[in-house]
């Protein structure tokens, strides 16, 4: 596949490393050759620096002949401007980058399409979505609903009150009958998409997969029950994150966010015309500032400033001072490990939320959706089984699927369904599938729909 990246920052640069893991072709464009050179550092990749709004240089880079263009520079302006530009000339598919959350609204997406927009994907509101996910229930490292909430993944960090799970191979402890399937494990820096012989251990971060009506169930079996739910929020920076997680707190939940630069503080006191949200001029390092605002009466903690070490060290502090839940926004990859490590309760890596949303794109098979798991080296994708697919043919156990791949469940007419070896794929099912990062790629011939060689021959006459 020919995809072309627009745009050498932060995003662009991690869609790019992940892309040549799968050994694409691809081509980042960038009129800064500082940012190209940083980012091509080490990959297999072609570099191109001229400016994507330039159709000249739209058709050097070969975007007539482009699977996917992808624009992902800091100017939303620009990066719709180049994939108008790039649909005229002959990208199959095109995605920009926006920072207008009212793009995103459904009754808009037709008008974008006419205009050579295929998709928008506005990062700070994908990460909001995560942040508000991961404190609406303090018990939980990371939540996935799939098709409505159909079914649910539930990544949590097993410690000494989950002591009844240790010893016991899966195949024992998710039998066929049993309500949940755990379907991916991080252990230390190992993520492993475990088989029947498996076990847990005390402190791997376990993602279960399972129905609405057992995650009471769950919650008890790891013993998170004395969790409190977060009523009190505070929230460290004011950035667009920020703001966007601010929109969307659920109604019961009241928050304090706490920003260092006064005029910022006026335009958030604006943009947060909200009763349950508090703007606070002061410094989120302050240990006093954070007990005189109550930080002992409250259940949840999200540091979200520019400066990964400013939020992992302020997570810490806010533990300290009893907080039980905090989140932590931490935009250098290399640190994500180690805040893991560290304890940190919900990791978000705006970078890798993003390029989720967009790898999805590049894949042939009717895919409804693909998530990261944050701190594993994992993804979960939902994909439609359609008629004569390969998933479709044989029972789950005879599918040959690759090591690194497994099938936790699936939607059949609106309810979810846990699957096991003896499970036969319908058309039309939503199959949701964890797999590793690299091998996400590899379900394409599962779930595609089979090429039609009359159709092939007629095309070539």
């Known amino acids: 596949m020919k995809i072309i990246i627009a745009g050498a920052g932060a995003v662009g640069s991690h869609l790019a490393a992940l892309l ?3 050994n694409q072709d691809i081509i980042l464009m960038d009129e800064s050759a500082d940012k190209l050179s940083a980012a091509s550092e080490g990959l297999d990749l072609m570099t191109l ?6 159709i000249s240089g739209l058709r050097e880079a070969g975007v007539p002949q482009a699977d996917l263009f992808i624009a992902v520079t800091p100017s939303e302006t620009k990066n719709m401007t180049c994939c108008m530009l790039a649909h005229q000339l002959g990208a199959k598919k095109t995605v920009a980058r926006i920072d207008n959350g009212e793009y995103t609204a459904p009754r808009n997406s ?3 399409t006419s205009m050579g927009i295929g998709s928008l994907i506005y990062p700070e509101v994908l990460a909001a979505r995560e942040i508000v996910d991961g404190v609406r229930r303090s018990w939980v490292r990371q939540w996935v609903e799939v098709h409505g909430g159909a079914l649910i993944t539930l990544g949590i960090k097993l410690r000494e009150e989950a002591a009844g799970l240790y ?9 066929p009958d049993s309500p949940f399937h755990i379907v991916a494990i991080k252990r230390d820096d190992e ?13 791997d971060i376990a993602y279960f997969m399972t129905t609405k009506r057992y995650v009471p169930h769950i919650r008890q079996i790891v013993g998170k029950e004395g969790y409190p739910d977060v009523r009190k929020l505070m929230i460290m920076g004011g950035g667009r994150i920020a703001v966007q997680t601010c929109h969307l707190l659920p109604d019961f939940m009241e928050a304090k966010l706490i920003e260092q630069d006064p005029t910022r503080c006026r335009q958030l006191a604006d943009l947060l015309d ?4 508090m703007v606070i001029n002061g410094d989120g390092r302050d240990t006093q500032l954070l007990l005189e605002e109550g930080i002992r009466q409250t259940q949840a903690f999200c540091a979200l400033t520019a400066e990964t070490e400013t939020n992992i060290l302020a997570c810490l502090a806010a533990k300290r001072m009893g907080v039980r839940k905090t989140v932590a926004l931490v935009e250098n990859s290399d640190y994500i490990t180690m805040a893991e490590k560290l304890d940190i309760g919900t990791i978000i890596n705006k970078k890798a939320i993003a390029a989720s949303h967009i790898y999805q794109m590049m894949l042939d098979a009717d895919v409804a959706s693909v998530k990261s798991l944050t701190i594993a080296d994992a993804d979960v994708a939902e994909f439609v089984a359609v008629a004569d697919s390969l998933v479709t043919r044989e029972p789950v156990m005879r599918l040959g699927l690759p090591k690194g791949i497994a099938i936790g469940g ?3 007419n609106g309810e979810g369904m846990l699957v096991n070896g003896r499970t ?10 964890f797999a590793r990062t690299a091998l996400i790629k590899e379900l394409d011939r599962f779930f595609k729909k089979p090429r039609n060689p009359l159709m092939d021959i007629l095309k070539m006459g």
Do not use: H, M
């Open 274 to 277: 909200n009763d349950d949200v």
């Open 20 to 22: 040549t893991r799968d």
């Open 110 to 112: 037709a008008y974008f």
């Open 49 to 54: 620096n001229v400016s994507p709004t330039s």
């Open 424 to 433: 036969q794929i319908e058309v039309g099912d939503r199959v949701v599938v």
């Open 167 to 175: 010893g016991k191979q899966l195949k024992d402890l998710c039998k």
């Open 191 to 203: 993520t492993i998409i475990p088989g029947g012989f498996d076990e847990l251990r005390q402190n």
């Open 410 to 412: 699936i939607v059949r």
